[in-house]
């Protein structure tokens, strides 16, 4: 009798434990309403050790009751669903209300935001259909989960379900997908702006003290959550750089307060370094440019720091002079997460004047030489002179450079055998490269099939080590590979 009780709680006990932080803000912050159901709903994958950490039960997400959830078909117990306001300067200009057009926030579990993206119409959709198509749900999943295992700050993709729908976008009608988005907060730049531009003081104060008790616990002032924020963002774009990776729409409705990579679109790791790289098929100004990432970062802290203006000081010159003093620290931040970054890059342990025109002469041979970025620091880690040689269209200036370098870690006290497992550890073999990213697209968009997915997802699980058997996916595009653009069409 015992047993068959116990056995009845554990089926009828809620999929998620939520408790809803942001249901419980102001109704101004956010529009209530319930996904809008799709026709026939196909789970694609779970990520399994994602469910474990939140407390899930990775079969039961699985199940036919699961992906009902993960589709928007069914609501679960304890889930206040809700699109959450926001406002945001788009390419630089300013859109006084965005907002959650495809997506709800279902509730938070174990302090983190459950997200479906692609979930139908809300107030928000302005012009939009609501949905996500199958090709940049993908994307996201693979991308997020590999800078999850790269130990980049990152939101993260739970599950990712097809909808049975079509979605109609620029080139054509595409099939549609849902994906399971799971963050630390989605609260954005443009979550403040939208307040801050309203002149509604009262709810920036709401919103402030809100991220403070979720995210930043030990911040005890507003100027210290700038600051922080400040902090967060510059670490950040610094292992973005660090790691040739582009985020494509560097929009303040795109960055997160939280400190975490989030809105996963025309993305996409660089194969050939060049600082003026971009993806984005709108972006045709290179605003979002690899290069331009780390000003950008500190354009947008700026707009960050303005809607926080009215709780920074008794009056407004002191809370010029307070945001200002602040926003003037990022560039020295960033900096200075990038160069240690750096050093450890080319195995600089104890950092040395001359550093970094050393460390700068190298990214002009590359630049030059039209270097493949994650293979040359992966190659110089191992010791693979040949093999680095050969990514260098200007091998001999490669090769002045490196007899200037060696002669330079001739005076690091660490063992080289240290010294290469070091580097190993932050220069990965393995990122999700362009073309293999389409190729898992075209795969499951024209056969459903979905074993390059499986096997892309793997490998990147584990970027630092070398996996004999997976090599041809460190190798950069060959010719007529290259993935040039990819388009917001999302
Ligand atoms: P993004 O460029 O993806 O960050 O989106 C910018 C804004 O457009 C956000 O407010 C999104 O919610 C909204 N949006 C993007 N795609 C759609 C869509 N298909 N339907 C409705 N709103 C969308
Ligand atoms: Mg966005």
Known sequence: MVAMNQMTDV????MFAFDNSYARLPERFHARLHPTPVADPKLIRINEPLARELGIDPARLASAEGVAVLAGNRVPQGAEPLAMAYAGHQFGNWVPQLGDGRAVLLGEVKGFDIQLKGSGPTPFSRNGDGRAALGPVLREFIV?????????????????VTTGERVLRQDGPLPGAVLTRVSKSHVRVGTFEYFGNRGDVEAVKTLADYVIARLYPDVDSYRALLETVIERTAQLVARWQLLGFIHGVMNTDNVSIAGETIDY??????????PATVFSSIDRGGRYAYGNQPRIAHWNLVRFAQALLPLLGENEQAALASAQEAINAYPGR????????LCLKVGFAQKREGDLELIGELFRHMADGRADFTLTFRHLSDGHDEKLRALFDNAAALDVWLGKWRARLAEE?????????AMRRVNPLFIPRNHR????IVAAQARGDYAPFDELRAVLAKPFDDQPAFARYADPPQ???????????T
């Open 11 to 14: 089926a009828h006990a809620n």
């Open 144 to 160: 997020g989960e590999a800078m999850a295992a790269l130990g980049v700050p990152t939101t993260r993709t739970l599950a990712a």
């Open 265 to 274: 679109g025309p993305c996409a790791f660089m194969d050939r370094y060049d």
């Open 334 to 341: 960033f900096e200075a997460a990038y160069f240690a970054g």
């Open 413 to 421: 006290t660490v063992s080289p055998q240290e010294r290469a497992a």
């Open 437 to 440: 990213v389409e190729a898992v």
């Open 479 to 489: 010719a007529g590979e290259e993935v040039t653009e990819t388009f917001c069409g």
